[in-house]
């Protein structure tokens, strides 16, 4: 921990990601047994470390420190109420205002003789961010403790293992990427990446996701909530609420909602949407990672030198659910 961003993480704007769940809303009904809750302050600092351990770049650290501070409680079940589910990228849109905003960041920046615009856009830093399926300090970052609380992949050991397999290499276009040094760890991560991402492409995501977003539409049209309250509010706070109006008012559409998401414990996949049920019928955006590894003075994606890599990256690639996913309504 690089002593110069201790006072940036004392930053309220920053510890609000604390109520925060990385994984979406789905700490918050049993259809999910996530095996811990993972905040987007534990994966906003994690990312900024993995920077700063590749690159020791004071900017490319704050980048990556600070590019969830515009994600909103349930995280990015606000891009499916938006109808943002093939991109997901609708939640980072406010980020260099809210940074430009916040006086204490400022000041801090004035201090470290950074500018704003170092900081506000991680996507310019290829170590912090790049696209799918290449490996990045916020890639690398959510897909061990996503693997860990959704499917119980990697142990701890594994992951340092992997961790210190890793080094900034050159991919196929010439552009720096992060990238393994052993063959048999990238084979390892890339299929754990892509059972990760499975999760993400199947029914049940689709409308645990889906069907909290509607929630929390429905609870801006009855007045419970406010557009600011999903930047102040932690999800348990928000839960809270629903609850007591659900109580108080229990025969609505809203309480139906809510009670559906808090109680689910399955839901069926059909060709046709279910009478009395819940469903949806939605493509989202698909997550995983195929990275570099170093062959001798080259480097190559897993899935070319390794067959039980391709075979996963094409299952997942061609991974099609049913064509609804349903619950009944309660």
């Keep these: 921990m690089p002593d110069f961003l201790q006072p940036y993480l004392k930053l309220q704007m920053l510890q609000r990601l604390r109520g925060i769940g990385l994984l979406c809303g789905t700490d918050w009904t049993p259809l999910y047994k996530n095996r811990f809750f993972y905040s987007r302050y534990d994966h906003s600092v994690g990312t900024a470390l ?23 409680a349930f995280s990015h079940v606000n891009d499916f109420r938006t109808g943002d589910t093939l991109k997901q990228e609708a939640t980072e849109e406010g980020t260099s205002g809210i940074l430009a905003s916040n006086t204490e960041l400022m000041e801090l920046l004035a201090k470290d003789g950074i500018n704003l615009c170092d900081i506000d856009n991680y996507h310019i830093y290829p170590v912090c961010d790049n696209e799918v399926p290449s490996l990045s300090a916020d890639r690398l970052e ?113 309480a139906s909602l809510l009670r559906t998401f808090l109680s689910m414990k399955n839901i069926l996949h059909t060709n046709e949407a279910m009478p009395s049920s819940y469903c949806v019928n939605l493509s989202v955006k698909k997550r995983y990672i195929n990275p570099l590894v170093k062959t001798g003075d080259k480097t190559a994606r897993i899935s070319t030198i390794s067959k039980v890599a391709k075979d996963y990256v094409d299952y997942f690639l061609n991974f099609e659910d049913s064509k609804y996913g349903c619950v009944s309504l309660l």
């Excluded at 609380?149 to 010439?174: C, F, M, Q, R």
């Design 142 to 254: 959510y897909m061990f403790p996503s693997g860990m609380a959704l499917e119980g992949l990697w142990s701890l050991a594994e992951i340092k293992a992997e961790y210190n397999d890793i080094s900034v290499l050159t991919n196929e276009n010439g552009y720096i990427e992060l990238g393994f040094s052993t063959m048999e760890l990238a084979e390892h991560y890339c299929v754990n990446a892509c059972k990760v991402g499975l999760v993400l492409q199947k029914n049940e995501n689709k409308l645990a996701l889906n069907l909290l977003g509607e929630i929390l539409n429905k609870s801006l049209c009855k007045g419970i909530t406010k557009e600011s309250d999903f930047f102040t509010k932690s999800e348990r706070e928000l839960l809270e609420l629903f609850i007591k109006e659900a109580e108080s008012n229990s025969t609505t559409e809203f």
């Design 50 to 72: 993995i920077a700063w351990n590749f690159t020791h770049d004071k900017k490319q650290t704050l980048a990556a420190l600070f590019h969830d501070i515009a994600t909103p």
